[in-house]
């Protein structure tokens, strides 16, 4: 396997219009990392995690995934391999099972109802949860299942858009740990949107600012 980024964006720009987003953004996401996003509302955090999986095109810049221009991917297989979850993890009409499925019905897979349950394990949630109705569960636990889900597709990136912003600190903790576990136990890459600086501190490796493309260091104290 290679050893080299997963992920590599390369002086990215983005303007709408007059609005320039972020200017000549560059960054290097390996396995068996957390790479942080931070940066204020509006600042371009989502719109540079869409850049990443090819959904908007940055005005100036190039990205590499593993090792190959996005735009020279096809674009169903560059979705399967580099996952955006994004912030509302939205649950379908179903049960939890319907929505661990319909992710991998995309890509013409199925799952046993063993796979199922390991997946459900590796998100620290038991397999009793296979016949609940999804959009009844709490914003730690959808958030959980859409990791799950995006798991199922045995992807080597992650991209979580702020995924414990609406969470309770039980929850937050409860997803954090998820993710922390996954990079024991596959070998991924995740890249998360987060404002808070605690969050930022005890869960990723570094912290890059979107709009200046800066890492930013935070004071132990
Ligand atoms: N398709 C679009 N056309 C024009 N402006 C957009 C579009 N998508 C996002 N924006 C603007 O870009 C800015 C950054 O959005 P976003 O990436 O969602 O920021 P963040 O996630 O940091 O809050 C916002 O002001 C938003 O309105
Ligand atoms: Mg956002």
């Known amino acids: 396997m290679s050893s080299g980024p997963i992920l590599e964006m390369k002086g990215v720009s983005m303007s709408y219009g007059q609005r320039t987003l972020f200017k000549d953004f560059t ?31 940055p005005t100036e810049g190039e990205i590499v995934f593993q090792g190959k221009d996005v735009k020279d991917w096809n674009p169903q297989e560059l979705r399967k391999c580099i996952i955006l979850v994004p912030q509302e993890a939205s649950m379908f009409p179903g049960t939890v099972r319907d929505n661990l499925l319909w992710g991998l019905k995309i890509h013409d897979q199925d799952a046993s109802d063993e796979e199922l349950e390991a997946i459900m394990e590796e998100v620290n949630l038991s397999g009793e949860y296979l016949d609940r109705v999804a959009e009844n569960l709490s914003g730690g636990e959808k958030q959980r299942i859409a990791i799950a889900r995006a798991l199922l597709l045995e992807p080597c990136g992650l991209l979580l858009d702020e995924p414990t912003s609406a969470l309770d600190e039980k929850s937050t903790l409860a997803v954090e740990k998820t993710v922390k576990g996954l990079l024991e136990s596959r070998d991924i890459g995740v890249l998360v949107v987060t404002h808070n600086r605690e969050q930022a501190e005890r869960f990723t490796d570094r912290v890059i600012e979107v709009t200046t493309g800066e890492e930013v260091y935070y004071n132990a104290d």
């Open 27 to 57: 960054l290097d996401l390996h396995r068996n990392e957390i790479i942080g996003i931070s940066g204020e509302s509006g600042s371009g955090k989502s719109t540079l995690l869409r850049i990443a999986v090819d959904l908007v095109t």
